[in-house]
C-alpha cells in the first residue's frame, strides 16, 4: 500500500531552522506533484509549498523567502527546509502527493488534487 511518512519536527525557538523530510513507499512519484501542507489545531489545513515533477516550486506568501521545498526522486524523498522559523509556523505538517494529476498544475493550496497524506509530524516554535 502506498504510505507518506514524515520526519524531522521538533521545538526549535523562534529564528531557528528545522529541516522536514517525506518518504514514500509503494510508489515511485518521479512525475507526481509533491506538497507539503499544514494544520494549525481547531483550523483546516492550508498550504506552504508545492513541487512539480519538473523541480519548479511555489509557496505560500506567508513563508516566501523563509521555506525551500526540494525533492530527490532517485530516494523517493520529499524535503522542506524551514529557516528564520516563527512562532506562527507552529503546526502539524504534512506531507501530501498528487500522483494522478487529474487537477492541473501544483499549487501548493491545491489539496483537493492530492491523492496520498502523510501521518504529519509536529513542529512548535518558542519565543
Known amino acids: 500500500q502506498v504510505q507518506l511518512m514524515e520526519s524531522g519536527g521538533g521545538s526549535v525557538q523562534a529564528g531557528g531552522s528545522l529541516r522536514l523530510s517525506c518518504v514514500a513507499s509503494?510508489?515511485?512519484?518521479?512525475?507526481?506533484?509533491m506538497a507539503w501542507f499544514r494544520q494549525f489545531p481547531g483550523k483546516e489545513r492550508e498550504g506552504v509549498a508545492a513541487?512539480?515533477?519538473?523541480?519548479?516550486?511555489n509557496y505560500a506568501d506567508s513563508v516566501k523567502g523563509r521555506f525551500t521545498i526540494s525533492r530527490d526522486n532517485a530516494k523517493n524523498t520529499l524535503y522542506l527546509q524551514m529557516n528564520s522559523l516563527k512562532p506562527e509556523d507552529s503546526a502539524t505538517y504534512y506531507c501530501a502527493a498528487d500522483l494522478f494529476r487529474v487537477v492541473p498544475g501544483c499549487y501548493s493550496g491545491a489539496d483537493y488534487g492530492m491523492d496520498y497524506w502523510g501521518q504529519g509530524t509536529l513542529v512548535t516554535i518558542s519565543s
Open positions: 509503494g510508489i515511485t512519484y518521479t512525475k507526481a506533484c
Open positions: 513541487i512539480d515533477s519538473d523541480g519548479s516550486a
